[in-house]
Nanobody, 115 residues
Framework: QVQLVESGGGLVQAGGSLRLSCETSRSMLDINYMGWYRQAPGKQRELVAT???????NYVDFAKGRFTISRDNAKKTLYLQMNSLKPEDTAVYYC?????????WGKGTLVTVSS
């Protein structure tokens, strides 16, 4: 199993930045891939970015150029650096890990972007 704990959410003005963190209970080298998802009020959960065990990253269109996914294997922590935030980025952000073909989720961290 993998336990995931997100942190770093909060209230920020449009144009500002936040860095989300996700601490894992397992070595990240054991995890196939990890990612960040988000769910805005009244909407379905959607993918933001992923990173594979080998370090390959992938971003959805709205995240390209503004968000950066990264990890620190020694700290067993996944990050999401978010810049140029917009009100439409307001959502609960979830960390995801795929370990032995099972998806694990954190409880999420709320990001609110004011206009």
């Amino acid at each position: 199993q993998v336990q995931l704990v997100e942190s770093g959410g909060g209230l920020v003005q449009a144009g500002g930045s936040l860095r989300l963190s996700c601490e894992t209970s397992r070595s990240m080298l054991d995890i196939n891939y990890m990612g960040w998802y988000r769910q805005a009020p009244g909407k379905q959960r959607e993918l933001v970015a992923t990173i594979t065990r080998s370090g390959t990253t992938n971003y959805v269109d709205f995240a390209k150029g503004r968000f950066t996914i990264s990890r620190d294997n020694a700290k067993k922590t996944l990050y999401l650096q978010m810049n140029s935030l917009k009100p439409e980025d307001t959502a609960v952000y979830y960390c995801n890990a795929n370990f032995l073909n099972v998806n694990y989720w954190g409880k999420g961290t709320l990001v609110t972007v004011s206009s």
